[in-house]
């Protein structure tokens, strides 16, 4: 379960509470509903020899672009989050902090892994993430990014199309089930395949 503890008035608030009580009481309030929303309409619940898997785009994570994400935001992530037992991520900026914070937020049981950085203009600085409960699923050591191999035209090997952003695999395990994973940032509209 998410840490709330800063979010406690008996305890020590954090920084982002101390000064504004009306955002600590709306964070509360949200986080309860948000939980019974989950409990009601959300995943089926984590259990033992199970594997609840999820994916979410968490849009340039974080990005001075799109302004940085309010203290309560982690809060609501963490919340949604703690639901699956590896999700995979995308749109995880160069810089981690966001990450990080996320992860403290899940607690220490939980643990992540990145992809290199996509430099240029479609790569945006981005990079992919899977952010697991290491009580349930464990990271086998082995992990990559995928690469399209070439495309023969003519008879003539030219190199194929790669997506923006390279996706990445890595392998688990969960119980005895040994797999691997892997997520890719789609690029879709109506002129493309």
């Known amino acids: 379960m998410p840490a709330y503890a800063d979010l406690d008035p008996r305890g020590r608030l954090g920084p982002e509470w101390a000064a504004d009580e009306p955002a600590r009481t709306r964070a509360i309030e949200r986080l309860l509903a948000l939980r019974e929303a989950l409990r009601t309409q959300g995943p089926p619940p984590r259990s033992p020899g199970t594997l ?4 979410w785009n968490l849009r340039e994570f974080d990005s001075g672009s799109w302004g940085l994400r309010l203290p309560e935001s982690y809060a609501y992530i963490a919340e949604v989050m703690d639901r699956f037992d590896l999700v995979a991520i995308q749109e995880v900026r160069s810089d981690l902090q966001a990450l990080q914070q996320l992860q403290q937020r899940l607690g220490p049981d939980w643990s992540y ?3 290199d950085v996509t430099e240029g203009k479609a790569g945006n600085r981005e990079r992919l993430a899977f952010l697991y409960d290491t009580t349930k699923v464990r990271f086998l050591g082995i992990a990559g990014e995928l690469v399209l ?3 023969t035209k003519g008879g003539i090997d030219v190199p194929a199309q790669q997506v923006a952003r390279t996706p990445l695999m890595a392998t688990f395990q969960v119980g005895w089930t040994k797999f691997v994973l892997a997520t890719v940032h789609i690029l879709y509209g109506e ?3």
């Not at 609840?52 to 994916?55: A, H, K």
């Open 191 to 193: 002129d493309s395949a």
């Open 149 to 151: 191999p070439p495309v």
């Open 113 to 115: 892994l990145v992809s």
């Open 52 to 55: 609840v898997l999820g994916t």
